[in-house]
């Protein structure tokens, strides 16, 4: 059984068991997160698409981190006009583990 989720934007696909990053969640490590946005469910009895159906799911996750990305460079530049920039940016994340997926 799988599902996928949308949280900080982005939709993930997960099965239990799995470890998966997303975007930043404030909550501390070790503590329970349940995301209630599923947008498809996968079983035995095939997909589950259907909203109402939906809206009773969730995923129930245990927070085991809380870290930082590599940096990614950011350059610009403007050919001919002397203008050349470079910064740099890492994005915050939540590693989670899924514990259960509930229909």
Known sequence: MYAVVTTGGKQVRVAEGDRVRVEFIEAPVGDTVELTQVALLAGDDGLVVDPARLESAKVVCQVVRQGRNKKIR?????R????ARTIGHRQYFTELKIQAIQA
């Open 74 to 78: 950011v350059f610009k530049k403007k």
């Open 80 to 83: 001919r006009k002397n203008y």
